[in-house]
Nanobody, 126 residues
């Protein structure tokens, strides 16, 4: 497994932008599918975005597509989530996750991820 540490969360106003970072240590980051999930108060954790090992393929939830961009830098063991046009509905704790299985190319399934960060709070005021 890899150890993941998120950063970049904060309090912003609607329409603002934030960039989250997730830095990995431990086992090989470059061979892991990476994803971002989020959990709002009293709601289940939901998929936000995922990116393939090489970074060539990305997939987004419908609620963030066109506003958020996931990217990775394997040389820096870091995955990013650029969040633009933030809305109050985006308020949540954002988690970075890694899927170390080589059987998959990309995944949106929560249970496929075997390493998780501690989360970073994003609050969007109206």
């Amino acid at each position: 497994q890899v150890q993941l540490v998120e950063s970049g969360g904060g309090l912003v106003q609607a329409g603002d932008s934030l960039r989250l970072s997730c830095t990995a240590s431990g086992r090989t980051f470059s061979t892991s599918i990476m994803g971002w999930f989020r959990q709002a108060p009293e709601k289940e954790r939901e998929f936000v975005a995922t990116i393939s090992r090489s970074g060539s393929y990305q997939y987004y939830s419908g609620s963030v597509k066109g506003r958020f961009t996931i990217s990775r830098d394997n040389a820096k063991n870091t995955v990013y989530l650029q969040m633009n046009s933030l809305e109050p509905e985006d308020t949540a704790v954002y988690y970075c996750a890694a899927d170390s299985s080589l059987a998959r190319h990309i995944t949106t399934t929560h249970s496929n991820y075997d390493s998780w960060g501690q989360g970073t709070q994003v609050t969007v005021s109206s």
